[in-house]
C-alpha cells in the first residue's frame, strides 16, 4: 500500500503498466502534465481519492483493468476515474464498480474517450459530466447504480453512443443546471425512476434512443428544463412516456411514444414544448393529455389507436393542436372538459370508436378547420355546461348524430358543414342550448336537424337540404329558435313539429321539398 500515490506519470512518462494490484493509496494511478502511458490489466482498488486521476493535458490508454472500492465491501472512499482540467485518455474494456463517489467523473475542460466499458454498482452516479467536461462515450454498459447512469450539468456538452444505461436504481439519464450533451442510439432501460430526466435549463439533444420499460416515466421535462429529442422510441414505462411540467419547453420530433401504462405524452402545470410529427400511440392512459395551464404545440402527429382518449385537454388545460391525424382511439378522438381551452386547427380527427370530438363539464375550446369523420358515436358531442367555438369544420360519414348537444351543453358553431351522417346532422335535447349559424347541413339519413326532449338553441342562416327526413324536426317540449335559414330539396317534409315541439321560426325560406313544407301535428305548437 502507499499512502499517496500507487502508480505517478509525468511530463514525458510513457511506460507500459500491466498485471499490477495497486491498492489503498489516496490516488492508485495519477497521470498528469501531459503523460501518457498504458496502462493494462491492472486491480485498482481500496483507493481513498481516486483509483485513476487524469489531468492537465495527460493521456493515457488503460484496458481491461478492474477499478473498484473493495473487493468485498463497498468501502471505497472516491471516484473510480476522475478526469478533469484538460485531461484526455482512452478508457475501454475497464470494469469501473463499487466506488463510493462516482464511476466516471469528467469537469473542467477534460475530453476523454470511454469505450466499451462496465460501469456498475456505484454507490453514487455511473458516469457524471460537470463544469464544462465533455468526451466521447460509446458502447459502455452502465447498469445498477445508486445514483443516476449519467448525470450531465453546469455547461458540460459530452457525447454518448451506443451506451446501455439500464437497471438503475435513480435516473437514467439526467441533465440539469444547463447541462448539455448528445445522445445517440442509446438504450435506456428499466430504471427506478425517470429514464431520462430534464430539469432548470438542461438542454440535450437526444437522436435514436430507445428509452424503454422504466418503473417511472419514459422522458421527464421540469422546472425550465428544455432539450431536443429526435427519432426516440419511449415506451412501455410504467408512468406518462413523456411528461413536461413546471414550465418545461422541450421539442419533440419524429418520435414514437407508444404502448405505455399510462399517459402517452403528459403536459401539466404550464409545461409547454414542441410536438412536430411524432407517432403516439396505443397507449394505455390517454394518448396525450394537457392540463393545469399545459400550454403545448402538436404538429402534424399521428395519434391512434389510444385505450383511451385520443386527446384529454382538462382541468384548465389549452395547448394548439394543428394539422395532426387523430384516429382508432377507443375513447374520444378529442375529450375537453374541466375548463379545458384549446385550439384544433385543420386535424382529421376520425374512425374512433366513440365520439371524434367530446366537450363536457365546462371544458371550452376553439375547433376551426378540423375534418371529423366516420367516428362510431357523434362526430361532436356536447353536454354538461360544455361551450365550445366550432368554425369551418367539416362533419361527415358518422355512424351516429354528427353534432349531438344535450344535458344543457352550448356552443356556438359557424360555417361548418355536416353531411352524410347516419342519424340527424345535429341532434339538441335535454336543456342543450347551442347556436348555429350559417352552417350547411346537408345529405343525413334521417333529419337534417332534430331539436327534442326540452333541446333548445338558436338556428340563424342556416342551409339544410337534401336529408332523407325532415329537414328540421321539433318536438317532445323543445323550444328552439329558427330565423332566416334556408330549408330546401328534402326528400320529406321540410319542417316537422309534432308531439308537443315547439319553436319559434322567423324568416325562414322552405321550399322544394318532396313532402310538405311545413308539417304540424300530435300537439306540434310552433309560433
Known amino acids: 500500500a502507499n499512502k499517496e500515490k500507487g502508480i505517478e506519470i509525468r511530463t514525458g512518462g510513457n511506460p507500459m503498466v500491466r498485471r499490477n494490484r495497486i491498492s489503498e493509496s489516496e490516488v492508485g494511478v495519477d497521470v498528469s502534465d501531459n503523460g501518457e502511458g498504458e496502462i493494462e490489466e491492472n486491480e485498482i482498488y481500496k483507493h481513498r481519492s481516486a483509483g485513476v486521476d487524469v489531468r492537465t493535458g495527460a493521456n493515457p490508454k488503460l484496458k481491461h483493468n478492474r477499478i473498484f472500492g473493495s473487493q468485498k465491501l463497498f468501502n471505497g472512499k472516491g471516484n473510480g476515474v476522475y478526469v478533469h482540467e484538460h485531461g484526455q485518455g482512452e478508457f475501454s474494456f475497464n470494469e469501473i464498480f463499487k466506488n463510493t463517489m462516482a464511476g466516471v467523473h469528467v469537469e473542467s475542460g477534460a475530453q476523454p474517450k470511454f469505450t466499451k466499458n462496465h460501469i456498475h454498482d456505484g454507490c453514487e452516479v455511473g458516469i457524471y459530466v460537470h463544469n464544462h467536461g465533455g468526451g466521447l462515450f ?8 445508486v445514483g443516476a447512469g449519467v448525470e450531465v450539468e453546469t455547461a458540460a456538452w459530452p457525447t ?19 447541462g448539455e450533451g448528445t445522445f445517440d442510439d442509446n438504450v435506456i432501460e428499466a430504471n427506478t425512476l425517470e429514464g431520462v430526466l430534464i430539469t432548470s435549463q438542461g438542454a440535450p439533444v437526444m437522436k435514436n434512443n430507445q428509452i424503454m420499460r422504466g418503473k417511472e416515466t419514459g422522458v421527464t421535462v421540469s422546472d425550465s428544463g428544455g432539450g431536443t429529442l429526435e427519432l426516440n422510441f419511449i415506451f412501455e414505462n410504467t408512468l406518462a412516456g413523456v411528461l413536461v411540467q413546471n414550465e418545461g419547453n422541450p421539442t419533440f420530433r419524429k418520435n414514437s411514444i407508444h404502448t405505455g401504462k399510462d399517459v402517452g405524452v403528459m403536459v401539466v402545470n404550464r409545461g409547454t414544448g414542441m410536438f412536430e410529427a411524432n407517432d403516439i400511440k396505443e397507449n394505455f392512459g390517454p394518448n396525450v393529455q394537457v392540463e393545469n395551464h399545459g400550454d403545448p404545440m402538436f404538429l402534424k402527429n399521428h395519434i391512434k389507436n389510444g385505450k383511451t382518449q385520443g386527446i384529454l385537454v382538462c382541468e384548465s388545460g389549452g395547448g394548439r393542436f394543428e394539422d395532426n391525424e387523430i384516429e382508432l382511439n377507443w375513447g374520444a378522438g378529442v375529450q ?92 339538441v335535447e335535454t336543456g342543450g342550448n347551442p347556436k348555429f349559424e350559417r352552417n350547411v347541413i346537408n345529405d343525413g339519413t334521417e333529419s337534417g336537424i332534430f331539436v327534442h326532449n326540452y333541446g333548445q338553441g338558436l338556428f340563424v342562416e342556416n342551409e339544410v337540404f337534401h336529408n332523407r327526413m325532415a329537414g328540421i324536426e321539433v318536438k317532445t317540449n323543445a323550444i328552439p ?45 310552433p309560433s
Do not use: W
Request: glycine fraction near 14%; charged fraction near 20%; charge should be negative.
Open 336 to 427: 375537453v372538459k374541466t375548463n379545458g381551452n384549446p385550439k384544433f386547427v385543420k386535424n382529421e380527427i376520425h374512425s374512433g370508436r366513440e365520439d371524434g370530438i367530446h366537450v363536457c363539464d365546462n371544458g371550452k375550446g376553439l375547433f376551426d378547420n378540423n375534418d371529423i369523420c366516420f367516428n362510431t358515436e357523434a362526430g361532436i358531442k356536447v353536454e354538461t355546461y360544455g361551450a365550445p367555438n366550432f368554425v369551418k369544420n367539416q362533419i361527415h360519414h358518422g355512424e351516429e348524430n354528427g353534432v349531438h348537444v344535450l344535458n344543457n351543453g352550448a356552443g356556438v358553431f359557424t360555417e361548418n358543414t355536416v353531411f352524410l351522417n347516419t342519424y340527424p346532422g345535429i341532434n
Open 481 to 525: 329558435v329558427f330565423q332566416k335559414n334556408i330549408v330546401h330539396d328534402g326528400k320529406d317534409v321540410g319542417i316537422f313539429v309534432h308531439d308537443n315541439g315547439e319553436g319559434y321560426f322567423t324568416e325562414n325560406d322552405i321550399f322544394g321539398n318532396n313532402m310538405s313544407g311545413v308539417e304540424i301535428k300530435s300537439g306540434g305548437n
Open 138 to 145: 460509446e458502447g459502455n454498459d452502465i447498469t445498477n447504480n
Open 160 to 178: 454518448f453512443t451506443n451506451n446501455q444505461i439500464h437497471h438503475g436504481k435513480d435516473k437514467g439519464v439526467f441533465v440539469h443546471d444547463c
